[in-house]
């Protein structure tokens, strides 16, 4: 497939009440391990050990083991394994990820006050999805049929009906003139572009809403862009043995995701009658803001053995998301019967562009560290966040008294994130081996527990802003990921030149759209009516990643 629609093809309304649902915003949740080639290289396990500016985000007490200034930038490639290239995102990019430096005051004889700026890219989009497998009597357009079947939001539904202009509309309840939460974007583009008769409509007859059936369906997105970190530190120590630090964070966030989902339909004899293809197109861009504490403690004044704490604030998003959604009908249901009136545009679009906020969970971390002679360093790590305390936030159209949107908790779709989500932990083990004092080798592991539960769903039959403005239907649970680093470094003078290898592994299950059983609102001639299911098929899919990464840094 190749790319058939773009934000610039609609003109998108603005509304003030936005938000969105649990599986678009949880791409804003957790980092890569990436940073300095040294941090990457020992599988990021310097929050104790300290003395690397990527430890600013981690421990910001780390910054404060430094006794001399110094400057470093990073930068490498990264390519994933097993992936064609889809909407301009190919398997390979260059990626620029790092670049600060520490400015280092002693202000006793065993006692040092140090000031920091870093920028890293803590999260890289850069992700190419695929995936394809049979559907046995069931479509997207099913789903939108099923949920219709409810005729209230209460019960996961919408109440379908023209407006004025003749375009089905999802309502509340059908004596309500308010368009349901649970009538999201692609229920719009599906009832409109497919299922709906479009023609002159007798109100004698007792339906004009149809569903067809789908044999398969062959799904692609392309993930770009990043998450920027600036993050400003001021740490230092106490007679050498106890260091503190607070990091202030600023995050800029730039995604882009390109998807096109496309269904074999078949008719009621199951003869293939053409394609539909649902084409989406979502931009993020944003700002957040945190804050980091952290401290490291020597508690034997002759050992270097040292312990770290971290306690990291939720970071606040604003955002704004703007998407542009098509639907192509190409099938030949028409043609094939005749006798029907006209169901379904061979095109039907739909756009937004909306303002909202979401507040990530608190985290905590605990660390070690120790070295041996001026050889050997070991480090290990845990930190820890609840993935399913994230705050999805409505903007409620006011401002407070700085030009900042004023918001309130989405408490239907923070219960599914609840439900959905898990507490996450992030182990990280490293060691630093110098053979000779201007010569470093590193090896790192670095494991992450599933954000998802297993049986996690995109539910959008919740009765969620959030899921009005959602604009396609698929989902993946992802589960954990296993990144494997060595690196070596070399020193000349005041010059440092260091080189990470990352290898990273996750596995996970793709859905194009939830299951759904109802029981169809149109008669059989009998008078019975048909229980009707719409099993949505999995696929298994990976995202392997290599990460080759360089850094040079000065110390002065």
């Not at 995102?89 to 990820?97: E, I, L, R, Y």
């Not at 140090?114 to 190419?128: E, G, T, V, W």
């Not at 003749?166 to 497919?194: C, F, I, L």
């Not at 990091?247 to 269904?263: A, N, P, Q």
């Amino acid at each position: 497939m190749k790319k058939i629609v773009s934000l610039a093809v609609f003109t998108l309304a603005m509304l003030p009440a936005a938000a969105q649902d649990t599986y678009e915003n949880a791409r804003l949740l957790g980092a890569d391990l990436n940073g300095t080639a040294r941090y990457v290289g020992m599988g990021g396990a310097l929050d104790a050990l300290g003395a690397d500016i990527s430890t600013i985000g981690t421990n910001p007490a780390a910054i404060g083991v430094f006794r001399h200034s110094t400057a470093s930038v990073s930068m490498g490639i990264v390519s994933q394994q097993d992936a064609k290239r889809f909407d301009q995102v190919g398997k390979t990019n260059f990626s620029f990820d790092q670049a600060g430096f520490v400015y280092s005051t002693q202000t006793d004889r065993n006692s040092f006050l140090n000031f920091a700026f870093n920028y890293h890219k803590s999260r890289n989009f850069d992700q190419i999805l695929s995936a394809a497998n049979s559907l046995s009597h069931a479509s997207l357009g099913k789903l939108a049929y099923g949920k219709s079947c409810q005729l209230d939001e209460r019960q996961g539904g919408y109440s379908l009906r023209e407006n004025p202009n003749g375009v089905a509309e999802g309502y509340y309840a059908p004596n309500s003139n308010n368009r349901a939460n649970t009538y999201t974007q692609w229920d719009h583009v599906y009832t409109n572009g497919v299922n709906w008769d479009q023609d002159n409509f007798d109100p004698s007859e007792p339906y004009k809403n149809v569903f067809l059936e789908a044999e398969g369906y062959e799904f692609d997105r392309a993930h770009s862009g990043y998450i920027g970190n600036f993050d400003f530190n001021l740490s230092g120590n106490l007679d050498n043995r106890l260091f503190l630090g607070v990091t202030l964070g600023i995050k800029h966030v730039d995604y882009k995701g390109y998807s096109e989902y496309l269904e074999r339909v078949v008719d009621g004899s199951d003869r293939y009658i053409g394609n539909t293809v649902l084409a989406d197109e979502r931009k993020i861009t944003g700002t957040g803001v945190d804050l980091a504490f952290g401290a490291i403690y020597r508690p034997i004044d002759e050992s270097p053995f040292r312990v770290g704490l971290t306690i990291k604030t939720p970071t606040w998003y604003n955002l704004k998301s703007r998407n542009a959604t098509l639907l192509i009908n190409a099938t030949d249901y028409n043609k094939l019967n005749p006798g029907l009136r006209n169901w379904g545009y061979d095109e039907f679009s739909s756009g937004e562009t909306y303002e909202f906020r979401y507040y990530t969970p608190w985290q905590f971390g605990l660390s070690a560290g120790h070295t041996i002679g001026n050889y050997l360093a070991l480090g290990a790590g845990w930190d820890y966040a609840d993935y399913g305390c994230a705050d999805n936030r409505i903007n409620d159209g006011s401002y407070d008294e700085y030009g900042n949107p004023d918001s309130y908790s989405d408490d239907v779709m923070n219960r599914h994130t609840e439900n959905t989500l898990r507490g996450v932990s992030t182990l990280k083990a490293g060691l630093e081996f110098k053979p000779d004092p201007s010569v470093a080798v590193r090896f790192g592991y670095n494991y992450v527990s599933p954000m998802y539960q297993e049986n996690g769903v995109r539910d959008t039959r919740l009765g969620s802003i959030g899921n009005w403005y959602s604009s396609t239907a698929d989902y993946t649970n992802w589960k954990s990921t296993n990144r494997i680093t060595c690196g070596l470094g070399f020193k000349h003078e005041g010059w440092n030149f260091d080189l990470a290898y990352q290898y990273s592994a996750t596995k996970g299950q793709f859905f194009p759209f939830q299951s759904m059983n109802f029981t169809d609102i149109v008669p059989n001639d009998d008078g019975s009516y048909n229980y009707e299911i719409n099993a949505s098929t999995p696929s298994d899919v990976k995202f392997n990643r290599h990460q080759l990464l360089f850094t040079v840094g000065y110390t002065f």
